[in-house]
């Protein structure tokens, strides 16, 4: 199967408090639908919490009208680290997370007037986006998409993508175009850009290159989770820091970008071939007590962390005991799209 990702499943966010976190997602973005929200040990990641097995408190939630999830995860026992330094974009690491949009104007005006937003400027798409800041000060990217599941009256959907720093673009592209495949070049430009005043870095130059994968046919939640942005940002006037320099997985900000895997065998073993091996591995299914599944890790060349998710079990009516199980199923095909919209009953409202 040359095809084994099918889109963006979620993005690690590390927090002090998930629930109030994700009750800004839900207000703002529509982020409403929570796949798991349970505490575990995080066992298998001791390689990246200072040898130390942590417990956290985990809740990913979607957007039924498409797009991924975000995973607000906050640590049991130990404040989450904040950066020692300001990340600069360019910075090595997830500097920033696509959301899709419907109707980027109309969305820019519906929030209230903030030094938290910035004013809709051009990509070099020609396509208008603006820069938003979470409650925890991270930053999104709002940009139009045409690609949704079931549009629910909500502006905004979920994650698309992923504004990332590397030291080499060519060393990226090879990770996220050859071997995620993540290969239709939108653009690749150099130099100054307008729509990076907002990040206080308009004067700065960088090469920039956005890689898209439109909706396929295959993945049971294909659909659901629409086609993927990665924009690689490197920085060309100065030697950019690891956004994570000196700091675990679950601390502060964007902790890791996660696909949705349809072979996680054949997956890893085209990340080995390519010199990307697995870092972590689940091996076999794990269970999250409302979703189970195998999961994996590799780091792109700059050591950002890219999670695999291969979805066995998630969660319909937890309280009636029904849970849609794909671990037997056979077929790479989108799930019927009633049987997707049946995660939607667990909506929570405010």
């Known amino acids: 199967m040359s095809n084994l990702i099918s889109g963006i499943q979620q993005v690690g966010i590390g927090v002090p408090n998930a629930n109030e976190v994700w009750k800004w997602y839900r207000k703002t973005l529509g982020l409403n639908v929570p796949i798991f929200n349970d505490e575990a040990d995080a066992k298998l990641m001791t390689s990246y919490t200072s040898g130390e097995v942590r417990r956290r408190h985990a809740i990913m939630a979607l ?160 659909k659901l989770l629409g086609g993927i942005e990665i924009e690689l940002v490197q920085a060309l006037d100065r030697s950019p820091r690891k956004i994570f320099e000196d700091r675990d997985w679950g601390d502060a900000g964007f902790i890791h970008l996660c696909f949705d895997a349809l072979d996680m065998n054949a997956l890893k073993t085209r990340c080995e071939a390519n010199g990307f091996p697995f870092t972590v591995d689940s091996a076999d299914s794990f269970d999250m007590g409302e979703a189970a599944g195998r999961f994996s890790y590799v780091e792109d060349p700059d050591g950002t962390l890219i999670e695999f998710v291969e979805t066995h079990r998630v969660p319909i009516l937890k309280k009636l005991g029904i849970y849609l199980n794909l671990k037997k199923r056979k077929k790479q095909t989108h799930l019927p799209d009633w049987m997707v919209a049946t995660l939607g009953w667990g909506k929570v409202k405010d």
């Open 63 to 222: 957007n039924m009208a498409g797009g991924g999830g975000v995973e607000i995860w906050q640590y049991k026992n130990r404040i989450p680290v904040e950066p020692s330094f300001v990340p600069e974009l360019g910075d090595l690491g997830i500097f920033a997370i696509k959301i899709k949009c419907l109707d980027v104007p109309k969305f820019y005006a519906q929030l209230a007037d903030s030094e938290y937003k910035s004013s809709p400027e051009n990509s070099p798409e020609q396509r208008a986006n603006f820069w938003l800041k979470d409650c925890r000060g991270n930053l999104l990217q709002i940009v139009p998409n045409e690609s949704w599941f079931r549009p629910n009256g909500s502006l905004t959907g979920g994650v698309c993508g992923a504004m990332i720093g590397v030291s080499n673009m060519e060393k990226a592209i090879q990770f996220y175009a050859n071997t995620l495949q993540i290969d239709q070049i939108v653009y690749d430009k150099s130099g100054k850009f307008d729509d990076f005043d907002f990040v206080d870095a308009k004067q700065q130059k960088f090469r920039r290159v956005l890689l898209r994968k439109t909706l396929g046919e295959t993945g049971a939640f294909g």
